[in-house]
């Protein structure tokens, strides 16, 4: 065998069984290759979760239509019991069963099927080559440690080594598993020589380890202009807080090519330094802040440069693209900010290229982050289920939900920065999740409400009227009280200590979602462009709600996380269509449709359009997507608008936010 995925591929011939059952304990058809495949293969995938739901579906989309191809089915739990199917449908399908004990025989179970499933073709080289022998729990987690991840802790000895492993474990957003955290934190505390380093935390904690060097760098750039390298032995106004050597090796060559990029990327701050001692043209430029103006086109020059050595394609995946898009919104914010940019006409044309491979990757991808599990979320209908299992591991936990309607990832940027003003013992654990296509609001937050693909809410498909009914249905599916249920939108001014009081009894309140509807009111009012949008929005954070909000949120002990239902884009009307009642939504970047073939005539009306496959949308609901920065618009007309499948808009902020205050 080549591949772990070719055990699961001779079990699945087209056109032999219309409808197969999948016992999936370990979520190997959320593997994104494997998910492929089977899809050219002509095979459909739908997780299994309720009875009455999967009836709903099957009947509606294969009773009566033949050439849907084969259909499987997921269950996921590890004691599902096929009895819970449908039994006709039971009786009339066939059944099967995969788990990672069955690829990987001679490596313990309890430790492998902790491991991301995107690093089980690693995993299952190094098994092919090496051939090991049955091996128990530690020696399969220094086996994964070493061949996967390529971290040999025996190895590490000083303090470069030590700085080198971390720098590329968190710099690449590998979140090591807990077992396997605290199997190298073992390993290396053994040998001794990192006795006084925080192990635990900079090695299981991204935050902690960057808040580490963080707190240090200060100390490195004094040792700089000391004539012999040394610091003062008084580190007391250094105030670290943060176990561990006060001076790293941060010009070691290992070291440095990652220290750059952090502070380009602003994991690190710079700070200031005004001494004329440094020299500046070296590669601690980026560390420093002297002139605001210089420092922001130093960072655009450096992003520029990093978003051009991305080098994605349609076989990328979707943490390829959430990374790019982040890389990209810092820079957008910047060049927003600032007139006169070299690089803003080729950044344009980067943002078009890469646009235009964006949507191709969506077309053959994005069915398959439907049913990713949403332990990590990656598209918005994940989120509640994640926050479900977080209150159930804990009576104490309590959960809201901000969403900031339309904010894109790039304006996120500019409401970040003015959070850390505003905020200063705040964290902020950032990363981005998947917006519904298309990126309406109607469809994008009901999924987000109701936890569920847009298939279970035909009825309110085209409003945003039922959505407070399905966040409330959604929570007391999962055990809570219709009073410890809380819900309210149009928020976004005035005072927030006050509107939340006026609202609920904070310590009654279990799960809460609040919708901030003003940065979508600037967007849909905005004649300025993109930079104009994040001017408005930056006005409008100032005015301290977010802030206030959060801090509220955080004190009555919330876990508190802000998303958004869609991002947005500066696009360019490419002209109006009179279609009477055609279409049932005609929006200016999406047009939805009754039959398919009502919505190819439309496209062939607007050339470049995509007509998109309606993936986990209700039937009779068939988008017309206008193309790359088009808009169904007056021609030549300037907007700021959403519904479409850039980057911009599709790729949204997924933040929590947490109360400074490492161990």
């Known amino acids: 065998m080549n591949s772990w995925r070719d055990n699961i591929h001779a079990e699945f011939i087209p056109n032999i069984n219309k409808l197969i059952f999948v016992a999936d304990p370990d979520f190997l058809f959320t593997e994104e290759k494997l998910t492929i495949e089977l899809k050219n293969k002509g095979f459909n995938i739908i997780e ?146 990192f006795h006084d380093w925080p192990l635990e935390e900079i090695i299981k904690d991204a935050l902690a380890f960057f808040a580490f060097l963080q707190e240090r760098w200060p100390v490195f750039l004094d040792s700089l202009k000391a004539p012999t390298r040394q610091v003062d032995e008084d580190l007391s106004r250094y105030g670290l807080k943060f176990q561990g050597p006060a001076l790293l090796p941060f010009d070691h060559h290992n070291v440095l090519v990652y220290i750059d990029n952090l502070f380009v990327e602003r994991k690190l701050r710079p700070i200031p330094d005004n001494s004329k001692k440094l020299d500046l043209s070296s590669w601690i430029r980026s560390g420093i802040s002297l002139h605001e103006q210089d420092d922001k086109m130093v960072q655009i020059n450096r992003f520029y440069e990093l978003l051009e050595k991305q080098h994605l394609s349609e076989n990328s995946s979707y943490k390829e693209w959430v990374s790019f898009a982040f890389n990209k919104a810092e820079l957008e914010a910047l060049i927003c900010m600032k007139t006169n940019v070299p690089q803003y006409n080729q950044f344009i044309k980067l943002k078009h290229r890469l646009n235009q491979t964006f949507t191709r990757w969506l077309e053959t991808h994005f069915s398959s982050l439907v049913n990713l599990p ?151 009012g905005m004649q300025l462009g993109t930079a104009g949008m994040h001017s408005q929005v930056k006005q409008w954070c100032k005015k301290g709600f977010l802030s206030s909000l959060i801090d509220y949120l955080l004190k009555h002990k919330f876990q508190v996380w802000m998303t958004s239902d869609h991002g947005n884009i500066e696009c360019k009307g490419i002209g109006r269509s009179s279609e009477g009642v055609i279409a049932q939504t005609r929006g200016e970047r999406a047009r939805i449709y009754l039959t398919p073939e009502l919505r190819d005539k439309a496209a062939q009306k607007f050339s470049g359009t995509l007509p998109w496959q309606p993936i986990g949308l209700p039937s009779k609901y068939y988008p017309l997507i206008a193309n790359g920065t088009d808009a169904f618009v007056n021609k030549n007309k300037t907007i700021v608008t959403h519904g479409g499948i850039s980057i911009e808009e599709v790729i949204v902020p997924l933040i929590k936010f947490e109360k400074r205050g490492f161990k």
Request: charged letters at 25%.
């Open 374 to 524: 949403p332990i990590q979320p990656v598209m918005l209908h994940h989120l509640p289920r994640q926050a479900a299992r977080s209150i159930k591991s804990s009576k104490n936990h309590r959960i809201a939900i901000i969403v900031v309607d339309g904010l894109s990832l790039d304006q996120w940027i500019t409401v970040r920065e003015v959070l850390k003003e505003q905020c200063n013992d705040l964290n902020f654990r950032e990363s981005a999740v998947f917006a519904w296509i298309p990126t309406i609001t109607s469809v994008s937050r009901q999924a987000l409400f109701s936890g569920k693909v847009p298939l279970f809410f035909p009825k309110s498909i085209h409003t945003t009227n039922n959505e407070q009914r399905l966040w409330q249905q959604f929570w007391e599916d999962s055990g809570l009280l219709h009073s410890e249920i809380g819900y309210k939108r149009g928020l976004g001014s005035g005072d927030a200590v006050e509107t939340m009081d006026s609202l609920f009894n904070p310590e009654q309140i279990k799960a809460v979602a609040l919708v901030i509807d003003t940065v979508d009111k600037i967007m849909h």
């Open 48 to 193: 299994f979760n309720d009875a009455i739901e999967f009836r709903y579906f099957y009947e509606s989309n294969y009773t009566n239509d033949k050439d849907k191809g084969d259909l499987i089915v997921i269950l996921r739990r590890r004691n599902a019991s096929l009895e819970k199917l449908p039994y006709d449908l039971h009786k009339t399908g066939t059944a099967l069963s995969f788990d990672l004990g069955q690829m990987f025989p001679n490596m313990s179970y309890p430790v492998i099927k902790h491991l991301d499933k995107n690093l089980l073709d690693d995993l299952f080289s190094a098994q092919k080559k090496i051939k090991p022998d049955s091996m128990g729990d530690n020696a399969t987690k220094d086996f994964i440690l070493c061949h996967v991840y390529k971290i040999a802790a025996e190895l590490i000895t000083g303090k470069t080594d030590l700085l080198q492993m971390l720098l590329r474990l968190h710099y690449s957003n590998q979140v090591l598993p807990e077992m396997l955290s605290q199997r190298l934190v073992e390993t290396i505390q053994a040998q001794g020589e």
